[in-house]
């Protein structure tokens, strides 16, 4: 994800606030829709679709984030076709119950909404992601924790996963740690985290560090930035009132009449 | 017991979101007022600590699975409320941003189920009553594993709520209620011993590191603000769903009859019954109450499309249909759209 953010393209210099902005009316727009719409849903794909494609990110890197993420919506949307039973639709002569597109309607908003969030971040990273936020106004001690957060979660991430891995080796056959050595294994993390915590303040402190994170890249937003939001959330509205895929689809079916 | 964005509405994900920003405003506000610096570099790390703990499971004895720290109850006790609701604030959202873990207009659920429960009703009237200034023993132990559980129960029941409100789910509320509370008392049992079993050590080998962390600065405050925000919250969300009902009808009048029919099943005295004897109940039930889908939009086209124009559910073929092929050809559409740009990128760049 990193890597990716720290990439160029013309979705990557769009200014952070632009994105934000867009994404969110994304978001808005797509839950707002009634529940059980499906088809009307479908032009919003455009949104995550551009980002991916001028923004020149991996699309099954993100497919797969995005399948990871699945199964709790699945859990709670699984069960509407066994509750919801009214028939709604035919596709032939089989009967679809209301259930089955109010599910399908859950599994479009789940997939909409996090491949947009994903390629957010992807196409912005997290200091330019930060420095956005707290130009929209995020209070600057939670924008600094979470500058911090994403900084020091891999180190220590690394360092519990040392620390589990010398446990494993002293303790063949035991698939799970016993409850007595997690208490002390993670305290040690934690006591470890601690003393990280204090080391990196004081090589900060020494270094000026007054309780704020400056981030540079303060300019101006211009008049692409303003363009690609106005425009997306223009096309959102678009896509909210008029049901694109209804007339496409009526278009077309009466077309050779 | 993160909540996805498909599953709530904008009134409940935005009034949540409005709730849970007050609530980051004011702990941000309150941890700056400490002038304590060391507490910035201390958040970030607990909060990374947090994301490297739960890769760590412990086996349950007996049971064949395993646990793992949640982190709210033991951030707040290390850290202190306000500091603790930041710190379990960021985690969520490099969740939400980074691993697609809950949604992006759903945090302000996840945060308000996740991080204020723990750091302001759990820790301040259960776990400080009981445990005092013990970090180990009994004591320490009971009162961390009674905060867990009551801090989970009362997120696992905001959870049940959001979803309820927002009305995209088809559980019913009682049975998603009897699915939530009981998994969330085990969790909650798995996580207090993990928390006490932490806390006792920490506190055995660095006493002083308990004892110098800024909780005793932050944790003594009055809860009156707190219920204040509460205050407004409930008034915006008021406002909120009203302003919704006039405009979108379908979501919510759909879940206002279907609460409406609740009661009444439930008052009518029949005892528990299976699912299934509900769900007859519940289709031969909805239609008294003039209850019409959320297909008003589709209902021009279904004149003009055929005379399927009868009483619900007689939906036209014809609507759906084209309904089915005007959708995937947008699809292919907007995928065609990315394809060419991602083409035209290539030979700019």
Redesign the interface.
């Known amino acids: 994800m990193d890597d990716l953010g720290r990439m160029d393209s013309p979705i990557h210099r769009i200014d952070a606030r632009a994105k934000i902005i867009a994404t969110a009316a994304f978001v808005l727009a797509v839950m707002s829709f009634p529940r059980y719409e499906v088809s009307a849903l479908m032009p919003l794909f455009a949104y995550p679709f551009a980002l991916i494609a001028v923004g020149n990110l991996p699309a099954g890197y993100l497919l797969k984030k995005v399948a990871v993420a699945a199964p709790f919506a699945l859990f709670v949307g699984i069960f509407n076709p066994l509750l919801d039973r009214q028939p709604m639709g035919m596709i032939g002569p089989v009967a679809i119950s209301g259930g089955w597109f109010s599910f399908a309607s859950i599994m479009v908003r789940f997939t909409l909404t996090v491949s947009a969030a994903l390629a957010l971040v992807a196409c912005t990273g997290i200091h330019r992601l930060c420095a956005g936020l707290k130009m929209l106004g995020l209070p600057s001690p939670f924008v600094v924790q979470l500058l911090f957060l994403y900084r020091y979660f891999f180190v220590i991430g690394d360092e519990g996963l040392r620390m589990l891995r010398a446990a494993e080796m002293r303790s063949t056959g035991a698939r799970t740690l016993a409850f007595q050595t997690y208490g002390t294994l993670i305290g040690h993390l934690l006591v470890r985290s601690m003393d990280r915590a204090q080391r990196i303040y004081r090589s900060m402190v020494s270094r000026g560090f007054d309780g704020e994170v400056r981030l540079l890249r303060r300019e101006a937003p211009g008049w692409r930035d303003v363009a690609f939001a106005c425009g997306w959330i223009a096309f959102f509205a678009f896509a909210r009132s008029w049901d694109l895929a209804e007339f496409v689809g009526r278009w077309l079916s009466r077309g050779p009449s | 017991m ?9 009134a409940v ?2 009034t949540m979101w409005a709730t849970s920003a007050g609530l ?2 004011w702990c ?2 309150k ?2 007022g400490v002038c304590d ?2 507490l ?10 947090i ?3 739960q ?7 007996g049971t064949g699975s ?1 646990g793992h ?1 949640g982190g709210g109850l033991i951030l707040t006790i ?1 850290l202190g409320p306000h500091a603790a609701f ?2 379990i ?3 969520l ?2 969740q ?6 809950g ?3 759903a945090l302000g659920c996840n945060v308000f189920n996740l991080g204020f429960f723990p750091a302001f009703v759990a820790y301040p009237l259960i776990y400080r009553p009981i445990a005092g200034a013990r970090r180990a023993g009994g004591r320490a132990w009971t009162a961390a594993i009674v905060a867990a559980v009551a801090g989970l129960q009362l997120g696992a029941f905001g959870v049940v709520v959001e ?1 309820k409100l927002s ?6 509320f009682g049975t998603f209620l009897m699915v939530m509370q009981p998994i969330h008392l085990a969790i909650g049992v798995v996580e207090g ?2 928390t006490a ?2 806390v ?3 506190a055995r ?2 006493p002083e ?1 308990i004892a110098t962390t800024p909780a005793a600065a932050l944790g003594q405050r009055s809860l009156r603000p707190v219920l204040a925000g509460l205050l407004v919250a409930a008034a915006l969300a008021g406002g909120g769903l009203n302003w919704f009902a006039s405009s ?1 009808p ?2 919510l009048e ?1 879940s206002i009859s279907k609460l409406t029919g609740k009661e009444e099943l439930e008052g009518s005295g029949d005892g528990p019954r299976g ?1 299934a004897a509900r ?1 007859q109940e ?2 031969a039930f909805l239609p008294d109450y003039g209850f019409r ?6 209902a021009p ?1 279904e004149s003009s ?1 055929g005379p399927g124009a009868g009483p619900w ?1 007689a ?1 036209s ?15 292919i ?3 065609l ?6 083409r035209g ?1 290539r030979t700019t ?1």
């Open positions: 993160h909540m996805a964005d498909a599953l709530i509405s904008p994900g935005g980051i405003a941000a506000r941890v700056k610096d060391r910035v570099p201390m958040m970030g790390v607990m909060g990374a600590f994301f490297a703990s890769m760590i499971n412990f086996s349950i004895p395993s720290l290390l930041l710190a604030a960021s985690v959202t490099v939400a941003l980074f691993f697609a873990d949604g992006l207009l979803t009305g995209i789910s088809e559980l019913p011993l993990a079993a932490v006792e050590f920490v080998v660095r590191a979108h379908d979501g759909w699912p769900i519940k289709t889908p959320a297909e008003s939009k589709p086209a499309a559910p939906v073929a014809g609507t759906s249909v084209s309904g089915i092929v005007g959708g995937l050809i947008t699809l559409v907007a995928g759209i990315g394809y060419l740009l991602k990128g760049t």
